[in-house]
């Protein structure tokens, strides 16, 4: 059963656009939200993460989205340049876990 | 801040070795870290947590008495692979996690290649 869900295996954007990455989750007790960034052979990287209290939290290029009623989360990035291309995997946690439950992650490729 | 270190990054070891990864939170005590597993074109797979000075809680499937862990410090956890198969190779890879915080800081991961 996943839990954290990315359907979008890859995405191609061009350099100075939006990039949207996107996650769903089926379980209601998760609170918290969190994205990561890795490249290959290395371990992730943390991005930006959200509370459920909140619906947007913004740091510089990266802004994360929560619709709770959707279960639904996406991660912007503005403008987009190639250093962003990476695997990008959201994650969640909550209720009686403190494990992080992460996606399949999504292959962003940002074009010059 | 937030820095976890692995060591080593790479690792080549014959089939029917033990093979010991540590894993180190830099500048900051880690009262809870996790140890993951990743195959190619995969997300991370969640072996076990580790909370300093007690046991690790493997998740269903992990071996044990395959995969020992040890949190000895607030600092240091390691992963030891006993006789290490073919099938394990895999790249692996630790967190690190502060008391109450929800965020995990990984790191950069250990290739294990048996032969």
Known sequence: DQQVKQNSPSLSVQEGRISILNCDYTNSMFDYFLWYKKYPAEGPTFLISISSIKDKNEDGRFTV??????????????????????VYFCAATGGATNKLIFGTGTLLAVQP | GAVVSQHPSWVICKSGTSVKIECR??????????????????????????NEGSKATYEQGVEKDKFLINHA??????????????EDSSFYICSARLAGAAEQYFGPGTRLTVT
């Open chain 1, 65 to 86: 989205f929560l619709n709770k009623s959707a279960k639904h989360l996406s991660l912007h990035i503005v403008p987009s340049q190639p250093g962003d291309s990476a």
């Open chain 2, 25 to 50: 939170s830099l500048d900051f005590q880690a009262t809870t870290m996790f140890w993951y597993r990743q195959f190619p074109k995969q997300s991370l797979m969640l072996m076990a947590t580790s």
């Open chain 2, 73 to 86: 410090s607030l600092t240091l956890s390691t992963l030891t692979v006993t006789s290490a198969h073919p």
